[in-house]
C-alpha cells in the first residue's frame, strides 16, 4: 500500500522558515518523480515544486522561485522542502505527491500527474 505521511507544518511569522518533510512507504521511492502540492484556504490545489526520480532535477512554480528548496533522499525514502521567506499567502496545506508513471514525458506542474498525495501538513503564515 502506498503511504505518503508529510511533517514539518505549523505557525510561523512572516519571513520564517520551515522544512516540510514527506516519508514514503509501499513503492519504490527512488524510481519515481515526486512533487509537492498546496492548497490554500477556499481555493484549488496549486503545483508547487518538483524533483526527478534521481534528485538532479528540480522544478519550481513561479511565486515559490529563490523561496523553496526541493530536495530527496532515496536512501531514507523521504521528499523535503525547504520553505524560506514565508508570506502569508504561503498559508495552506501541504501535500507530496508521487507521479503516477516513471517515463520520461513528466510535466511537473501537471496535477494529472500524480496518482497517490499524502494527508498533508498545514502551513500557517501569520504574525
Known amino acids: 500500500e502506498v503511504q505518503l505521511v508529510e511533517s514539518g507544518g505549523g505557525l510561523v511569522q512572516p519571513g520564517g522558515s520551515l522544512r516540510l518533510s514527506c516519508a514514503a512507504s509501499?513503492?519504490?521511492?527512488?524510481?519515481?518523480?515526486m512533487s509537492w502540492v498546496r492548497q490554500a484556504p477556499g481555493k484549488g490545489p496549486e503545483w508547487v515544486s518538483g524533483?526527478?526520480?534521481?534528485?538532479?532535477?528540480?522544478y519550481y512554480a513561479d511565486f515559490v522561485k529563490g523561496r523553496f528548496t526541493i530536495s530527496r533522499d532515496n536512501a531514507k525514502n523521504t521528499l523535503y522542502l525547504q520553505l524560506n521567506s514565508l508570506k502569508p499567502e504561503d498559508t495552506a496545506v501541504y501535500y507530496c505527491a508521487k507521479r503516477a508513471f516513471t517515463d520520461s514525458s513528466w510535466a511537473p506542474n501537471e496535477l494529472r500527474e500524480y496518482d497517490y498525495w499524502g494527508q498533508g501538513t498545514l502551513v500557517t503564515v501569520s504574525s
Open positions: 509501499g513503492f519504490t521511492f527512488g524510481i519515481y518523480d
Open positions: 524533483i526527478n526520480s534521481g534528485g538532479g532535477r528540480t
